[in-house]
Structures are given as structure tokens and as C-alpha cells.
């Protein structure tokens, strides 16, 4: 994934390989798992976005829903106080549509209740967003320049992006844990219903999992790099 030499070099790159594999399968069966639970309606009838506005109401939330363009493109936008509910969502009654949609009530009440680890990952994110695009070019330049300092400065960007997603993975499964149990105890889906409903969420989080896998074996890729930087 980034140059580089040595006899390790290969090992990470099939290992990269593979994770990356996995992941786009990964992928792929959000949308087939999506796909086939959106041809089931629930049994109390809701539209997703009724549900999601009854659950905004009770949290006493001014947090606004609205329909947005595109698959799965589902999001909270905490900066503007809106949820976004793609199309595959807004407007239907399917398990899948509901359990996506109060998943992402689910982020809401993280944002209420000051959840910690959305907080860290809020805080750490300006430094992520740089290491995940400059911290490769930025080993690669001090490992040709033979500057271990400056190959570290890329690792350490490049840290930071992987304890963004380190620190998504217990937002994203607390998140779709909170939203089974507002489902539940609001009695939206049935017990049937809250098991499909939790192959549609758990399907959408081993995606933030093998994302954070393929980030941790290019993070020691990369500090495998500088390493050598300062050998030359």
C-alpha cells in the first residue's frame, strides 16, 4: 500500500490484501442483509422517521429529521442538530429501515449525554483527518531522506487516525445497542422483529471493525518504514 522495501514489506501487503478483502465482503453483506429485512414491515406499522421522531420526543430532543439523498447515506449531523435518512429509510416500515433510523437516534443520545467515546473521537478528529491522507507521503519522505523524526511525525498522524477508529467502534456498537433497547422497550418491533433487526446493525458494524484492522497493519507498516529510516 506504500513503498517502501525490506523483507516484512510483503507480509503486511497480504495481510492489507486479505483485510481488505474481507472488508468490501463486509460491505457487500450490509447491503444484501439491508436488503433482505427491508422486504419485511414491522409489525406496529410505523414509518421509520415516525419512529425516530417519537423516540426524539421522549428524549425531549429539538434534533431535527430529514430525508437526504442517496443508499444508506443515514447520518446525524450533530453541528446543524439533524438526522438524515436516505431514501432506502425515510418513509418505510421495514426492520431494516427501522433499526437503521433509530440507530441513529441512538447517536443522538450519545451526543446528549456526553458518551466518552464519541467525545474522544470528536476531540482527535482534526489530527485524523490530516494523518489519513499526509502521514504515508510523510514516512515515505523522511524513510528517502533518511530523517527518522520526520518518518515518526507521519506515524504519529497516522496513530491518530487509527484511535479515531479504534474509538468508533464502541460508538457505533452502543449506538445500535441503544437502538434495539429503544425499540424494545417501546415496544415498536417484537421480539422476532429486534432479532433481525440486530443482523441488520451488527452486518453494519464489522465494517468499522475490519476498517480499524486494515488501519492497525498499515499503521505498523508504516512504523515499520520509519524504523528503517533511521537504520539507514
Known amino acids: 500500500m506504500y513503498f517502501g522495501s525490506g523483507s516484512g514489506d510483503g507480509i503486511y501487503i497480504i495481510l492489507l490484501l486479505a483485510v481488505m478483502g474481507i472488508s468490501l465482503y463486509a460491505q457487500s453483506r ?10 419485511t414491515v414491522v409489525s406496529s406499522g410505523l414509518r421509520a422517521e415516525q419512529i425516530a421522531q417519537q423516540l426524539l420526543n421522549r428524549a425531549n430532543s429539538p434534533v431535527q429529521i430529514q430525508p437526504v439523498q442517496g443508499k444508506l447515506t443515514d447520518h446525524y449531523d450533530p453541528k446543524n442538530a439533524v438526522v438524515g435518512l436516505s431514501t432506502q429509510v425515510y418513509g418505510q416500515s421495514s426492520i431494516a429501515a427501522i433499526a437503521v433510523a433509530a440507530h441513529e437516534i441512538g447517536h ?9 467515546p464519541i467525545r474522544l473521537r470528536n476531540a482527535i478528529m482534526p489530527v485524523a483527518s490530516i ?3 499526509a502521514a504515508p507521503w510523510i514516512v515515505i ?5 533518511g530523517s527518522f523524526n520526520l518518518a515518526m511525525v507521519g506515524v504519529v498522524l497516522f496513530g491518530a487516525m487509527l484511535v479515531f477508529q479504534v474509538a468508533t467502534l464502541p460508538v457505533e456498537f452502543n449506538a445500535s445497542a441503544r437502538a434495539l433497547r429503544m425499540l424494545e422497550d417501546g415496544n415498536y418491533i417484537s421480539n422476532e422483529e429486534s432479532t433481525s433487526a440486530k443482523k441488520v446493525l451488527n452486518a453494519a458494524a464489522m465494517t468499522y471493525v475490519w476498517a480499524a484492522v486494515a488501519s492497525l497493519i498499515s499503521f505498523l507498516r508504516l512504523l515499520s518504514i520509519a524504523n528503517r529510516s533511521r537504520r539507514n
Open 30 to 39: 450490509v447491503q444484501r442483509t439491508f436488503n433482505q429485512y427491508s422486504q
Open 131 to 133: 494523518g489519513s491522507y
Open 141 to 145: 519522505l523522511g524513510f528517502m531522506m
Open 108 to 116: 443522538v443520545m450519545q451526543y446528549q449525554e456526553g458518551y466518552a
